[in-house]
């Protein structure tokens, strides 16, 4: 019998089976008015009955088959072809909208015949998650990695969803931290061979820097200037600034673009970078406008360094955005509400009519507004716009009610040459320097999601005002952190006094 004809009812524990053979192989004769080639004798028949192992469907009429209970049968281990988990349906509760997301019982059935409770279990392309709410719903410890920026947010929401759940039904649950581990796909333009002579260093770190510069202007689509000290490429009547690959545009970075406007009387500018100095917006944007100037603030998102996502004209260079919060005090006690946060996407909207194929339906940005459009099966586009009001481009925010008080510390690596103190000149150095690690602090703060609020599929609404926190008395700085629809993150800090001695 293939697959397809057994149905497995979970909640009564059983299987059912038919009961109908093939004609020309099986006598046909009528049992409960129903004319068929049946597998049993009628004697056997009327004794599944008796013993209430005919399954009817509930619906009334159609053929009569067999509950084979499990836990009569011996059974055969599980096989490497497994069908029946049905895969996650776009309907389902469960649904994250991660287009490679695994069934929760799939996961099940791997963490609990792999591993027991307290194990920490480990998937390092998390995806939407599911391996790691599965593992805390099971009471296992976990970790989990992926590179993509929508991954991890999809996961951080599952992962608080979660632990709120285990909570309202009394459960324990585990607390866990987000962390960012590193630039990878930009290493590969810092560092150079440090054993070669400093003018060759010098000559491999130009090269690199120059194909950062042109992988970015492609990506970007515009065309690369050389006259200018400040800026790389142009595009559409800006001039374009490329932001440093392994640092944040600075203040000093910013201010040698306007300088160089003023004495060239430019007056079009976009930045890109990869980090903006913290408190850079919106006063230097307000500096600039003063001096003429229209500085537009752009994030080099990670896809540049994915070739495909280059080619396919599908990297997104979004524009910076800021937050305005304003706290509340209460006693000894501050809350954080959300007042503002503005926007300004300009994503190319061109061409997104035609290349959309018909019944399907796609989320652009035009003019600065969210839009869906859906073309029907006649080719008919309808469009329809999301972002309303400014809190519609929100998906998540969160609140640090003491920002500084958890410092980013690094592991890394340090070379030590025991010998280097007795070593006399000329004597050659030991073939293997030791290798130490030694901990540093990166200059940042671990932003902790103490309170936050978000959107999921079921529940649409946000809260703007968090709850009391209890602040000992004195100066701290609060940070909130806003992730809008895209997964883009944005952050602000404010420095208050709690009073109170
Ligand atoms: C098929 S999905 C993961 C599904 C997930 N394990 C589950 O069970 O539902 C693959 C994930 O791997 C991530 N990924 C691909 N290459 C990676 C890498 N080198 N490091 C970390 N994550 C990576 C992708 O971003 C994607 O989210």
Known sequence: MSAKNIKIDYIHHFKIVGVLGHVGVNPIYEWKGISKPWRYPKHRLNELESKSLIYWSPSGGGIPRLKRFFDEQKGVPIQSLWEDIPPVNSQALEDTKYATQKPKALLERIIKASSNEGDIVADFF????????????????????????????????????????????????????????GRYERQHYIGVNPNLREQEK????????????NLILHAYRAEAVSQFKTFQGKKGGRLVAVGPVNLPVTRLFVEEIILECRQKHITRVDILGFEFEMGLFPNIL??????????????IPRDVFDKRAVEKNQVVFHDVSFIE??????????????????????????????????????????????????????????????????????????????????????RVRKEWDPDEQTRLPGMEKLQKSLETWEEVWTGDYV??????????????SLELKSVFRKCPPGRRKIAAKVVDIFGNDTMKIVEVTVEGK
């Open 202 to 213: 010098q000559k491999q770190l130009e090269a690199k820097k120059k194909d950062f510069l």
């Open 126 to 181: 998390c995806g939407s998650g599911t391996t790691l709410a599965v593992a805390e719903k099971l009471n296992r410890k976990w970790i989990g990695s992926d590179l993509g920026k929508f991954a991890i947010h999809t996961t951080r929401k599952r992962m608080i969803g979660v632990q709120r759940q285990l909570k309202k039904e009394n459960k324990s649950w585990h607390a866990f931290e987000i962390l960012n581990l």
């Open 325 to 410: 919060i304003k706290p509340h005090f209460k006693k000894n006690s501050i809350a954080v509400e959300l007042t503002d946060f503005s926007v300004f996407y300009s994503q190319d909207a061109k061409g997104a009519d035609e290349s959309l194929k018909k019944n399907k339906s796609k989320v652009i940005v035009d003019k600065g507004q969210v839009v869906k459009i859906s073309k029907d099966k006649n080719g008919i586009v309808s469009r329809e716009v999301l972002t309303q009001n400014w809190t519609d481009w929100i998906d998540y925010w969160a609140v640090d009610f003491d920002f500084e008080s958890k410092r980013e510390i690094v």
């Open 286 to 299: 307000d500096e600039a406008k003063t001096k003429g100037i229209d500085l537009a603030m752009k994030y």
């Open 447 to 460: 932003f902790e999601n103490e309170w936050q609020s978000f959107r999921t599929k079921k529940d649409r």
